[in-house]
């Protein structure tokens, strides 16, 4: 299935991966929980243990959802599972998701963040690589 990748610090990147429960904890680094804060059949898979395990501040999520930490991937949901997230949702959340986010303090049960622009990741160095010929 095809996600969307958030990892605090950088732009959403879109990541094909086995529709098995390993390769969700593998992207999340642990555990996963999902939440579901919009009204579109979309989902967010995040690490359950995130705070307990002090991972760094991600997205802030409306819907007094507060924000997330560590990694996480937004999918599709069907009426009983995961799914890709089809391409007019995939570019929706990268626009929503684009920018970074520092976190700031709170206002009440609300994350306050700064916005920044985010790194962006390097998905495959060998392949970003110039040939030997090309390098000087």
């Known amino acids: 299935m095809?996600?969307?990748?958030?990892?605090?610090?950088y732009a959403p990147y879109e990541k094909t991966i086995?529709?098995?429960?390993?390769?969700?904890q593998e992207i999340v680094g642990g555990l996963i929980t999902a939440i579901y804060p919009y009204e579109e059949p979309v989902g967010i898979v995040a690490n359950d243990e995130g705070?307990?395990?002090?991972?760094?501040?991600?997205?802030?999520?409306?819907g007094g959802y507060g924000g997330?930490?560590?990694?996480?991937?937004?999918?599709g949901l069907t009426e009983d599972s995961f799914c890709s997230l089809p391409p007019d949702q995939m570019e929706?959340?990268?626009?929503?998701?684009?920018k970074a986010e520092?976190?700031?303090?709170?206002?009440?049960?609300?994350?306050?963040?700064?916005?920044?622009?985010?790194?962006?990741?390097?998905?495959n160095p060998e392949k970003q690589r110039k040939p030997p010929s090309q390098e000087r």
């Open 51 to 62: 705070l307990l395990l002090d991972m760094d501040f991600n997205r802030s999520v409306e």
């Open 92 to 98: 929706r959340f990268k626009k929503k998701f684009h």
């Open 18 to 24: 086995p529709h098995e429960l390993h390769a969700m």
């Open 2 to 9: 095809t996600v969307l990748v958030v990892e605090p610090g």
């Open 102 to 123: 520092i976190l700031v303090g709170f206002c009440g049960n609300e994350p306050v963040t700064l916005k920044v622009e985010p790194k962006q990741k390097v998905l």
């Open 68 to 75: 997330l930490v560590g990694p996480f991937f937004v999918c």
